[in-house]
């Protein structure tokens, strides 16, 4: 059977601990207080910084020409 909707990739999360400096962590608990009353919705800071890192690797244009010559180098065996 053949369908539209192609199997959906794993999306199970990966656990991954980072340690902030105070004023980092300060600002991130700030932005969390901004989410809140900018949207009506309160959203952990840990749920923030994962959609900001993801936001950020998504939009850095030099990364993604890297990492796609890492992924032909790595299929080549080097």
Known sequence: ?????????DRTPAKLTLALDP???AALTDY???YQQAYGREERA????????ESFVASDAGFKRARR???ITAGKGD
Request: aromatic share 0%; proline share 8%.
């Open 46 to 53: 840990e749920t923030l910084a994962a959609a900001m890192i």
């Open 69 to 71: 010559v890492l992924h």
């Open 23 to 25: 004023e980092t962590h």
């Open 32 to 34: 969390a207080a901004a």
């Open 1 to 9: 059977m053949t369908l539209r909707l192609a199997p959906i990739p």
